[in-house]
């Protein structure tokens, strides 16, 4: 008879591992795509604020990474995997958010760029936009930073002990890490001068409102003491608003 073979058992911290590798190949690779799409819809490098978007981008990303990978690397290979138990109705609207409308965005921007659809902006305008956006991604890092049940899908995270977050950004709205995706995104068009962008930009930003109010609702049905703290937070996006 052959030896049997022994399963080995899991190991947390290679898996950890694997998982922040993974994550951070699919932030380079979105990077690189974005890049593209901008110079190559634009038909040109010589874009200022096509390089300054990607700085002030590429810049929040390498803090926000930084900060997680000390206080949270758990959260890093969380955010690099499809999970089955995710809910099948945020699949599309996540696919939305982190992708298709961020990317749309930037080609209509490029080829407005490009053929100069939008009249000139003030740089200043622009360079305020800059702000707004760096301000936008900014606030959804500190939202991870808060959160380490930060997942790039809807679901109740039970084998990790999910529990509520309240600290940080969350003492003042319910989902920090969408205000500041809301933000970052309607400015995007203003940095890169593109009238024509706010279009996608704002239907982007539909979606954001609609995934916004069904993790409330899961959350508010699944998460044991997300109710209480609904009651204490008013919130949902924008303090006073809603």
Not at 205 to 213: H, K, M
Request: proline residues 6%.
């Amino acid at each position: 008879m052959g030896a049997k073979t022994v399963p080995h058992p899991p190991n947390p911290k290679a898996e950890v591992t694997a998982g922040i590798i993974r994550r951070l190949a699919q932030v380079i690779v979105g990077t690189l795509l974005q890049a593209m799409i901008l110079f190559l819809s634009a038909g040109r490098l010589a874009w200022g604020m096509a390089w300054a978007y990607l700085g002030v981008y590429i810049g929040v990303i390498v803090v926000t990474m930084m900060v997680l990978l000390k206080i949270s690397p758990e959260l890093i290979a969380e955010r690099a995997q499809l999970r089955a138990d995710a809910k099948s109705w945020d699949k599309p609207l996540a696919a939305i958010i982190s992708l298709f409308g961020p990317l749309v965005i930037l080609l209509v921007a490029g080829l407005d760029e490009r053929f100069g659809w939008s009249p000139p902006f003030i740089p200043t305008l622009q360079l305020a936009a800059l702000i707004g956006m760096a301000l936008g991604y900014a606030l959804g890092g500190w939202a991870m930073a808060s959160n380490k049940f930060f997942s790039g899908l809807v679901r109740i995270q039970t084998e990790r002990q999910h529990t509520v977050a309240t600290g940080g950004p969350y003492r003042y709205i319910r989902h920090p890490g969408y205000s500041g995706w809301l933000l970052a995104y309607l400015v995007t068009p203003l940095v890169l001068g593109s009238l024509c962008a706010l279009l996608p930009a704002g239907l982007t930003a539909v979606v954001i409102v609609i995934r916004t109010l069904l993790e409330d609702r899961t959350l508010q049905a699944e998460l044991e003491g997300y109710q209480a703290y609904a009651h204490q937070v008013r919130y949902r996006l924008l303090p006073g608003i809603w």
